[in-house]
């Protein structure tokens, strides 16, 4: 028992000795890239991302937004239009909390608890989404379309259809 103890703190002390000696690498800004031509620049970079331009939401017209399918950064711009997307539907929703919260003709205990179902609703709604987009869209993803966009298209779809629904119960 004490040689494995021995072991495993052996072990550990490497782990730690091997991180801090890896770290410092890997923070050099000189690092050679293998193939750059044959690499394309994604834009993760922080002068590019300065630079590009804001994403627009998606509509019911647009369910993309303005991402491209022919362009080179298409599931990039997906990922951005989808976490935009959750943080607005996720926005408007604490919008219509703090309305809940505002009306004077209803007691406070009511109120309350109109909030914290909102906020279940919305979290129960979220999981939802997740389990229908993330593991039914496997089931329909079309050859022609990666899993990403069945994925992405799923998931703004959703997003809207809540946002539209919150926008017909608690209008602005």
């Not at 050099?28 to 031509?37: D, G, L, T, Y």
Request: overall charge positive; glycine content about 6%.
């Amino acid at each position: 028992m004490k040689h494995q103890l021995s072991i495993f703190f052996s072990l550990g002390l490497l782990a730690v000795v091997s991180l801090t000696v890896a770290i410092p690498c890997l923070a050099q800004e000189n690092i050679r890239k293998i193939a750059p031509e044959q690499i394309p620049n994604y834009g993760f970079d922080t002068e590019v991302e300065r630079s590009r331009p804001p994403v627009v939401p998606a509509t019911r017209e647009k369910p993309f937004g303005e991402c491209q399918p022919e362009g080179r950064m298409w599931s990039f711009c997906l990922n951005r239009l989808v976490d935009l997307m959750d943080r607005t539907v996720e926005a408007q929703v604490a919008y219509i909390g703090s309305r809940l919260m505002l009306r004077a003709d209803v007691p406070e205990g009511k109120r309350t608890l109109w909030v914290s179902n909102l906020n279940r609703g919305q979290a129960m709604w979220r999981a939802l989404k997740e389990q229908e987009c993330g593991i039914l869209s496997t089931a329909e993803q079309s050859r022609l379309k990666a899993y990403y966009e069945v994925r992405a298209g799923c998931q703004l779809n959703q997003i809207l259809t809540r946002m539209e629904d919150l926008d017909r119960r608690f209008p602005p």
